[in-house]
């Protein structure tokens, strides 16, 4: 005869495995599938089969319902129920934020004026992080909305633990010559809380390590970032591994060949105007922006320099005023083709500034550099004190060999050994700014490494003049959805 169990037996799990199979509808079945298949694709881009083992979670959050993630719903009180809906729908969206800003694009402000006219101080950016390729989070645990500091509390917004090695993921090219990117700053890997411009590095050099550590009242702590927390930087790739830079009178030459320039490439200029002539129209046609429209003093123990470099003079012997600022070709012509311009003179940019790298770059200028070796993977140098100046930080700080030196006999040790060579495990950049005079670039602090990669900006998706009131032309509508790389 066949046994059935009475009312009174408590079912086994297999049991109750099919009842919630059979009790669920439809529609979650449908819902499952559909989130299931977007899983099991990402997880084979990711390339780390392990993760499938969430696929776990993903069945019983849809189907079998044995963690109680939503015990909130049963709940006679009000009050927590309205609460938890909330928590619940604000947890959803910054998991759903964190996955789209890690691994298909998140937006971006440009904050200065080193990429313009390319592109504006105000414009926000959508980048895409999957042209390059996505990174594989390195810090993986900190607030999606933010990149390292929590405004008004000032705290940090990420953990120094865990720390993941870099994986970058399939992408859909490779950084060209002429892209702009969007990369972390490198010499931002130090920094001091309250002073972040200059850089920690420019800090040390101008003052010294004991007044930037030995200060907290006007620097802070000094403390480092990880990879993927420093600060966001946009630049154009100027510089691909593997190849030598020159630049000669602003013009750069990459293996001894000539490079066009980009399109809206700016320089500084001094131009003078009869009585200051132009009105706040014309200012904005010629696309000066107020902190550009800067007025060279004039004493009248200048005038003789004035009058040499072709500038013109008042009978009383005062100077028309003589304006600095940064110009494009288009400008340029459109400054030559108005009658209350009197003269056009390129700024000379012969002052002499640290540059990058220290002790090599001794009589280089912004606009006569180099010329310069970019490393590339897998490529090995020979470990003269010159390459030393040039690749130590490359080696120390970006591919981790923190025992790593130069003694007084001139030979370098590696991990603590003697070592003649050295191969580059990573490639890396050199990256310019279009205003490049007023751009703190490669030129300055040096290379950027692959792993600092973060994408390239798609579109602009709206942006702001911080000259003027939002109702009255602050909304630069022509810029709405326009193309981020307008060189490419």
Request: proline share 6%; charged share 25%; aromatic share 14%.
């Amino acid at each position: 005869m066949q046994q059935t169990r009475t009312d009174n037996t408590k079912p086994t799990f297999a049991d109750d495995f099919r009842r919630r199979l059979k009790e669920t509808k439809v529609t979650r079945w449908i819902r499952f599938t559909i989130v299931a298949l977007i899983f099991i694709a990402w997880v084979a881009w990711l390339g780390s089969w392990w993760v499938l083992i969430f696929l776990l979670l993903l069945f019983d959050i849809y189907i079998t319902g044995y963690i109680p993630l939503t015990w909130w719903k049963k709940s006679k009180n009000k009050t927590v129920k309205s609460v938890m809906s909330w928590v619940d729908a604000i947890v959803y969206a910054l998991v759903l934020v964190y996955f789209v800003f890690t691994f298909v694009g998140q937006n971006y402000q440009i904050p200065s004026s080193s990429l313009e006219k390319s592109l504006l101080v105000g414009d926000y950016l959508w980048v895409n992080k999957m042209a390059y390729g996505p990174r594989v989070p390195m810090t993986p645990v900190h607030f999606p909305l933010v990149q390292n500091t929590f405004p008004i509390i000032n705290t940090k917004s990420y953990t120094d633990f865990p720390q993941w090695k870099y994986k970058r993921l399939k992408g859909l090219g490779n950084v060209e010559r002429g892209d702009i990117v969007v990369f972390n700053f490198p010499a931002g890997d130090t920094v001091t809380t309250k002073v972040t411009n200059p850089d920690y590095y420019t800090l040390v050099a101008m003052l010294g390590r004991f007044a930037v550590h030995n200060n907290k009242e006007q620097f802070g702590d000094v403390i480092y970032r990880p990879v993927d927390r420093r600060e966001n930087y946009v630049k154009r790739a100027v510089g691909l591994p593997g190849e030598r830079i020159k630049i000669v009178d602003g013009v750069i030459y990459i293996n001894g060949e000539r490079q066009p320039q980009p399109e809206n490439v700016q320089f500084n200029y001094f131009y003078q105007l009869r009585d200051g002539a132009f009105t706040e129209k014309d200012w904005d046609d010629l696309g000066i922006s107020v902190a550009d429209r800067n007025i060279v003093p004039v004493d009248r123990n200048d005038v003789q320099s004035v009058v040499a470099n072709g500038f013109a003079v008042n009978p009383d012997g005062s100077v028309p005023p003589i304006y600095a600022s940064p110009l494009t070709p288009a400008m340029i012509e459109r400054l030559k083709a108005d009658s209350r311009v009197t003269h056009i003179m390129q700024v000379p940019a012969t002052e002499q500034v640290p540059l990058f790298p220290a002790g090599i770059s001794d009589g280089w200028t912004r606009a006569d550099y180099g010329e310069l070796w970019i490393p590339e993977k897998g490529a090995t140098i020979k470990l003269t004190p010159e390459a030393w100046a040039t690749y130590n930080r490359c080696i120390r700080n970006y591919e981790g060999h923190n025992d790593a030196y130069i003694d007084g006999t001139g030979t370098v040790y590696i991990d603590g050994k003697p070592a003649e060579t050295y191969t580059f495990e990573m490639d890396y950049y050199f990256m310019m700014g279009d205003n490049r005079d007023n751009s703190a670039d490669s030129r300055y602090w040096g290379f950027v490494p692959e792993d600092h990669i973060v994408g390239k900006p798609w579109k602009v998706l709206i942006s702001f003049d911080k000259d003027k009131s939002l109702f009255n032309g602050g909304i630069r509508w022509n810029r709405v959805f326009k193309n981020a790389n307008p060189d490419k």
